[in-house]
């Protein structure tokens, strides 16, 4: 048996009076330990398959399990112990603190106080919020802030499992992008098994080890990881789902540390201009890389080099700008373009390691 945390087999609902349902004989694996995102446009039954989850909404037909254990054989009050949730547009409790709402949970546990305290300082720090807001309200935060708020409260109690639904709907985009990456930092540290509810496919893409495509009427039509999906839609409705500059988003999620990088034009602080010439010819540059080592001390240009025999005493020109190899080939190809001499250079922690070009990072793509 395979080590999924959740399980639906043949799920659907329909809603009493409903023509057709909005969920229908839905089937999808979460392995332990990993974030599936779960993708579709408005209405197609992404709330709804959360909602059965956690037994909030029964089950038309179809069997969920959670833990190895069929969700609809334990007392739902039992399951939603095992299972966070954070619900659609946030829903702090208003007239609540913000320590009161991350204390939730626990308090319906009846856990003892100075447990609840301390969980709620840890909670605090751990989603990276001054302990200062604790006595505030709600409507005393950011958005931003409510949305951490909203992943303190759904971890209070530790659960293995998170249900988060569009749980970075109502923010600007770069404070969006920041919870993400939080988001993802955070998962590093708790290892939960989350199942992500999103309209946005970048969001999916970014956050998901899988991404879960579902059409209206809760129709699964991919699942799978977000370079498999990229690379090759099952379908019209996927392709199209998936929208504009694949190519890039495909490099969004490859590391520069994984891509073959090429040596580059490279000499030592002493070399002679013939040398450098050579490297320059090799590469076909006109800049070479003066390095120290491993460390790359900076470039010159092959008019620099006249009226010289070698690069001993020349001043060399700083590297303004490079790659990290946990960058995303998204980026050095970012950089590439905004170069000048079209190349993005990728340094680790102060070690040259190579260069990339528009060559060889469209190579990484095509088979
Ligand atoms: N309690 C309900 N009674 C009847 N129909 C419902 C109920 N809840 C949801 N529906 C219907 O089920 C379908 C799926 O709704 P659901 O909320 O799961 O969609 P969603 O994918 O979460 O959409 P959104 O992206 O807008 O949040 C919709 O057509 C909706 O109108
Ligand atoms: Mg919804």
Redesign the pocket.
Known sequence: MSDAMIRLEHVS?H????EAP??GDLGFEVPRGSIVTLV??????????LKMINRI?EPTSGTIWVDGVEATATEPYELRRSIGYVI?QIGLFPHRTISQNIGTVPELLGWEDRRIEERINELIDLVGLDRELLARYPSELSGGQQQRVGVARALAADPPVLLM??PFGAVDPIVRSRLQEELLILQDKVQKTIVF?T?DIDEAIRLGDQICI?NVG?VLEQIGPPEEVLSAPVNAFVDDFIGGERGLKRLGLLPVGGADLEKGPMVGQTASCDEARVAMERYDTSWVGVLDGERLVGWVSEQDLEGRTSLAGLEVRPIERSVAPSDSLRSALDLVVRSHERVAIVIDDGRYLGTLDLESIAREITE
Do not use: M, N, R, W
């Open positions: 609902k809603f009493p009076g409903a909005a969920v579709g446009p408005s209405g197609c039954g992404k709330t709804t398959t909404i659609q639904d569009e509810v309209h579902l809760g």
